[in-house]
T-cell receptor, first 111, second 115 residues
Framework: QKEVEQNSGPLSVPEGAIASLNCTYSDRGSQSFFWYRQYSGKSPELIMSIYSNGDKEDGRFTAQLNKASQYVSLLIRDSQPSDSATYLCAASLGATNKLIFGTGTLLAVQP | EAQVTQNPRYLITVTGKKLTVTCSQNMNHEYMSWYRQDPGLGLRQIYYSMNVEVTDKGDVPEGYKVSRKEKRNFPLILESPSPNQTSLYFC??????????????FGEGSRLTVL
């Protein structure tokens, strides 16, 4: 079982819709979770971090964490074509100074 | 401008010919790391460094070497490259030593092809 799992997609949504990206992790000791966005041919950039159960909102982005279910999600409201990218979920390993990345979900926002 | 700079950005080489990918950051970050990114496998950590002269293996260190003689530089060395090292490589740095609490800043990537 991979430590951080994501559906590779592509996830296709129409412009203006809500895009929902999901991630599960296997290490119950994981404390910190991150969403990175990676445009094609570019490097990853951090867009959200979340450390406690519940929702965290930042503009059009909302990260959700459910530690009991070992589940992290990212909601993008009012999706724009410029949101089309691969979204990488990352989780810290509980006892180490490491971030483990998922393989990413490709999001395509259709104009 | 705050950045992580990698060179070369693109390289085609042959099996066994030693090469070095340089990485430099101008943010005075303590932590630096190398990742490789392959389709279906995601980002995997090769080596990381918490400080000058302090380096540690990541998840896929075989076939790679690193050094941290200066805070700003963290070169990745392939002593004898093989085709399975064909990949997209990213250098990253972080202000915080505890990367599970901080942001990783990535370089633009180096696409390496080993024939």
């Amino acid at each position: 079982q991979k430590e951080v799992e994501q559906n590779s997609g592509p996830l296709s949504v129409p412009e203006g819709a809500i895009a929902s990206l999901n991630c599960t992790y296997s290490d119950r000791g994981s404390q910190s979770f991150f969403w990175y966005r990676q445009y094609s041919g570019k490097s990853p950039e951090l867009i959200m971090s979340i450390y406690s159960n519940g929702d965290k909102e930042d503009g059009r982005f909302t990260a959700q964490l459910n530690k009991a279910s070992q589940y992290v999600s990212l909601l993008i409201r009012d999706s724009q074509p410029s949101d089309s990218a691969t979204y990488l979920c990352a989780a810290s390993l509980g006892a180490t100074n490491k971030l483990i990345f998922g393989t990413g979900t490709l999001l395509a926002v259709q104009p | 401008e705050a950045q992580v700079t990698q060179n070369p950005r693109y390289l085609i080489t042959v099996t066994g010919k030693k090469l070095t990918v340089t990485c430099s950051q101008n943010m005075n970050h303590e932590y630096m790391s190398w990742y490789r990114q392959d389709p279906g496998l995601g980002l995997r950590q090769i080596y990381y460094s918490m400080n000058v002269e302090v380096t540690d293996k990541g998840d896929v260190p075989e076939g790679y070497k690193v050094s941290r003689k200066e805070k700003r530089n963290f070169p990745l060395i392939l002593e004898s490259p093989s085709p399975n090292q064909t990949s997209l490589y990213f250098c990253a740095s972080s202000l915080r030593l505890a990367v599970n609490t901080g942001e990783l800043f990535f370089g633009e990537g180096s696409r390496l092809t080993v024939l």
